[in-house]
């Protein structure tokens, strides 16, 4: 996969990563953020495949766990805000990681 795809991808999970961990009011913006985390994730799946990829499992996993707690912060606000905030620090640090240079 080409480098510039996959820093492209990697920063529109940052940017879905930090709209979601800054937690606007405007609902929108959270699931927008959580598109783009969706979105990057999957388009950055190609350039994990070899060796140093370990860092998309960190990305998925960050984006599945700001997906849950998206939909647990539905009843339960702090719990589910802070499960978002973990796994957007996840999105955070798979991004830095697996910025190609």
């Known amino acids: 996969m080409e480098p510039s795809i996959t820093r492209l991808a990697l920063l529109l999970a940052a940017g879905g990563a930090i709209m979601v961990m800054v937690g606007l009011p405007d609902a929108?913006?959270?699931f927008a953020g959580?598109?783009?985390i969706a979105l990057g994730t999957v388009l950055s799946a190609p350039a994990a495949r070899g060796p140093g990829?370990?860092?998309?499992?960190?990305l998925a996993?960050?984006?599945?766990?700001?997906?849950?707690g998206a939909v647990i912060a539905?009843?339960?606000e702090g719990v589910g805000g802070l499960i978002a905030l973990?796994?957007?620090a996840a999105v955070l640090v798979a991004s830095t990681v697996g910025f190609p240079t």
């Open 34 to 36: 959580l598109a783009a």
């Open 61 to 68: 996993s960050g984006a599945v766990l700001s997906a849950i």
């Open 28 to 30: 929108l913006i959270g």
């Open 86 to 88: 973990i796994g957007g």
């Open 53 to 58: 990829g370990g860092w998309w499992n960190l």
């Open 74 to 76: 539905l009843t339960s």
